[in-house]
């Protein structure tokens, strides 16, 4: 990730982590999708994990969860967040999709919510995400879809940009994030809209066997 998105996200990043979510329900409806599809000894691995909400709320639910971030900033705040709640099985630490540690093919499932319109080099990060799970395990993500919706949101966003009060943002279709996930290997297992009017595109899907 480039760098002035990383300077804007760790410069948010104590005000990300006071936020309410905005769509609660929505939230937890992905949430809870997503739960159903991790068991109890999963090794799972989340990129984009913030200040690792999410990640928290999944480790009961599997036998390990490493929460990554490329904000330092983000990444210490959810470190401290895990400590707090003395959580036993979860990691939190500084990584992308295509500059991270992990070797490759180790991990039962991958999670990218909220992060694939964040990436300029998305069809890389894909695939690079894909050689991250073993075959047969799950690639989960969840993408705002901006392409002919809000048409005053992507104006709005550029000017912010070029005076460092926003991040990179790719305006993505639904069909699109359905297709990038395809031409990355995957096999789409589950869809849906949380919440349709954004929209934003969940999707789950299976690295071939």
Avoid at 46 to 69: C, K, N, Q, R, Y
Avoid at 157 to 182: C, N
Wanted: aromatic share 8%.
């Amino acid at each position: 990730m480039a760098t002035t998105s990383s300077t804007f996200w760790d410069g948010i990043a104590r005000k990300y982590a006071t936020r309410p979510i905005g769509n609660q329900a929505a939230y937890e409806q992905s949430l809870e999708r997503t739960r159903s599809y991790l068991g109890p000894e999963d090794k799972v691995l989340e990129f984009g994990a913030g200040t690792a909400s999410t990640a928290m709320l999944l480790a009961p639910h599997v036998g390990h969860i490493t929460a990554s971030d490329f904000s330092a900033e983000m990444v210490a705040i959810g470190k401290e967040k895990v400590w707090n709640e003395s959580l036993k099985n979860i990691e939190v630490v500084q990584a992308a999709p295509s500059n991270n540690p992990f070797p490759d093919e180790s991990f039962d499932a991958v999670l990218a919510l909220n992060l694939l319109h964040l990436l300029p080099a998305l069809e890389e990060d894909l695939a690079a995400i894909y050689r991250k799970i073993r075959p047969g395990g799950l690639f989960i993500s969840k993408t705002p879809c901006l392409h002919g919706k809000r048409f005053f949101v992507v104006p709005m966003v550029k000017i912010m940009q070029l005076v460092g009060k926003a991040p990179y943002l790719r305006v993505l279709s639904v069909d699109d994030a359905d297709r990038l996930v395809k031409e990355a290997g995957f096999e789409i297992v589950e869809t849906g809209l949380y919440p349709p009017t954004a929209p934003s595109r969940y999707i789950v899907a299976r690295k071939p066997a």
